[in-house]
């Protein structure tokens, strides 16, 4: 299908082209051959390791994967495991931008955790973060998973989700003055009734940006929740959030037109 779009002749690679890069079959296949394709190191599992691993990597013009950065690690062992996984892919649909073929940068995370009754006695291991809003009990009593049949949904789609966000999202100021702007990644839990939890930063380097991106998530409504095997479960999604000063500054009042 890919064919049917002429190849750029860019090397450039987009972070936002007009059609997103894609696994073959969409995101529940993918699901299911990370599912498929995963083999817990037997090392990690005896030291009870666990943990979200986020690999970015460029999706190339004919779909073959490179350029692998990890951008949040866990156990060396899961980090391993992670990249192994992605190198093993078949080929995605490539992303397309003003109607021919780019390369395009994505992520996957991946979320390695242990059947529940192997989990040790006391309290399980948590990310500390310096910007995050959690709750140890979701993670403490619940199964939560990142690759399920179904996956969570905003209520109003991705549309609302973006117009909910460019709604609530207040620049802040030191960081507009200071021409800041970037990507912050966040992740979050959406439980089995839909409502958000556990938001917390996994990549951001403005502590004012971070902090923003975590209040304008803990101020969403409840989202569809995921299923897996037709039951509602705890699903781990991650959402980036992008920081964009408006291009057109405001005129001076002295400005007659």
């Known amino acids: 299908m890919a064919q049917d779009a002429p190849m750029s002749s860019s090397d450039k690679v987009f972070e936002e082209p007009d059609i997103m890069p894609i696994y073959p079959g969409g995101t529940p296949e993918m699901h299911r051959f990370i599912a498929n394709t995963l083999k ?3 090392d990690a599992r005896a030291r009870n390791a666990q943990g979200l691993v986020v690999y970015t990597f460029v999706v190339e013009k004919d779909g073959t994967l490179s350029n692998f950065n990890i951008i949040h690690r866990a156990d060396s062992l899961l980090n391993q495991e992670a990249l192994r996984i992605l190198q093993a892919m078949p080929p995605w649909r490539p992303a397309r931008h003003k109607g021919e073929i780019v390369r395009s940068e994505t992520y996957v995370p991946m979320y390695f955790r242990l059947n529940q009754n192997a989990v040790a006695s006391g309290n399980p291991v948590q990310a500390t973060r310096n910007y995050s809003k959690t709750n140890p ?8 998973y990142t690759i399920v049949d179904k996956m969570p949904q905003y209520t109003y789609g991705e549309s609302g989700l973006s117009a909910f966000i460019a709604h609530n999202i207040r620049y802040p100021r030191e960081a507009r003055q200071e021409g800041i702007e970037g990507r912050i990644l966040c992740s979050f839990i959406v439980a089995s009734d839909g409502s958000i939890s556990n938001i917390e930063v996994v990549e951001g380097s403005n502590k004012s940006l971070n902090e923003e991106a975590i209040r304008v998530l803990g101020l969403m409504p409840k989202w569809i929740p995921g299923e897996n095997n037709g ?4 699903v781990k999604c991650l959402l980036p959030i992008d920081f964009v000063i408006d291009e057109d ?3 001076p009042l002295t400005s007659n037109k």
Do not use: L, M, Q
């Not at 009990?137 to 939560?144: F, L, W």
């Not at 039951?231 to 705890?234: D, I, M, P």
């Open 249 to 251: 500054p405001i005129p």
């Open 40 to 42: 817990y190191p037997e």
């Open 231 to 234: 039951e509602k479960v705890h």
């Open 137 to 144: 009990e979701v993670i403490e009593n619940n199964t939560i």
